[in-house]
């Protein structure tokens, strides 16, 4: 069973980069891609971006010229840094993996949903 | 604001039906595969339905998805206290960010 777990601090200074990390266990980190999503208080879901396994990346176009998602396979893990942040990335950020597995058929599709999620963990941008 | 448009909540008895709409456009739900999320307090997010209406293994058929041109439901049929959690509707999108999500609807079993 697939495992994700985020980790990071949970209080950046204003102006100063955000950076976490989402570890995966009991599984395989190559051909999917993965995603991070953050939820900021009283508000929906809001992907960040995604990065493939092979390095390839994309952005949200309303974060993109402040992040970066970077993949290590050898260690497992995916990263995520924000940069010059300010109070509205006040958020739970997720790290998810994406599929395109249908379970009725055992085939990909090229439709993509995200089957397995990390817990998420907090982050507060304060002084 | 989110760009798919969700109640804020839905309550209804254990053992009745609640239903959760998720509204958006031509360039997500109208050309693209809607899925649904569970998200209890203090877990990980799960996934309930993919392919507007797929479950993975293990969700129970008591729920189900639809969609019908720039709209998808959730239904919960047979409501068990369990199922208080938000739920979020997910789906690509062709002109915005790749992803985009609902804003989340609160079920309450009352």
């Known amino acids: 069973q697939v495992q994700l777990q985020e980790s990071g601090p949970g209080l950046v200074t204003p102006s100063e980069t955000l950076s976490l990390t989402c570890t995966v266990s009991?599984?395989?980190?190559?051909?999917?891609?993965w995603s991070w999503i953050r939820q900021s208080p009283g508000k929906g879901l809001e992907w960040i971006g995604y990065?493939?396994?092979?390095?390839?990346?994309k952005y949200n176009p309303s974060l993109k010229s402040r992040v970066t998602i970077s993949i290590d396979t050898f260690e497992k893990q995916l990263s995520l840094r924000l940069r010059s942040v300010t109070a509205a990335d006040t958020a739970v950020y997720y790290c998810?993996?994406?599929?395109?597995?249908?379970?009725?058929?055992?085939?990909?599709?090229?439709?993509?949903?995200?089957?397995?999620w990390g817990k998420g963990t907090t982050v507060t941008v304060s002084s | 604001q989110s760009v798919l448009t969700q109640p804020p909540s839905v309550s209804a008895a254990p053992g009745q039906k609640v239903t959760i709409s998720c509204s958006g456009s031509?360039?997500?739900?109208?050309?693209?595969?809607v899925s649904w999320y569970q998200k209890v307090p203090g877990t990980a997010p799960k996934l309930l339905i993919y392919?507007?209406?797929k479950r993975p293994s293990g969700i129970p058929d008591r729920f189900s998805g639809s969609k019908s041109g720039t709209s998808a439901t959730l239904a919960i049929t047979g409501l068990q206290t369990e199922d208080e959690a938000d739920y979020y509707c997910?789906?690509?999108?062709?002109?915005?960010?790749?992803?985009?999500f609902g804003g989340g609807t609160k079920v309450t079993v009352l």
């Open positions: 998810a993996r994406e599929s395109d597995y249908d379970f009725l058929t055992g085939r990909s599709t090229g439709n993509y949903y995200m089957d397995v």
């Open positions: 009991g599984g395989s980190i190559s051909s999917h891609y």
């Open positions: 990065t493939y396994y092979s390095g390839s990346t």
């Open positions: 031509g360039s997500n739900i109208g050309n693209k595969y």
């Open positions: 392919d507007n209406n």
């Open positions: 997910g789906a690509w999108d062709t002109s915005l960010s790749p992803w985009v």
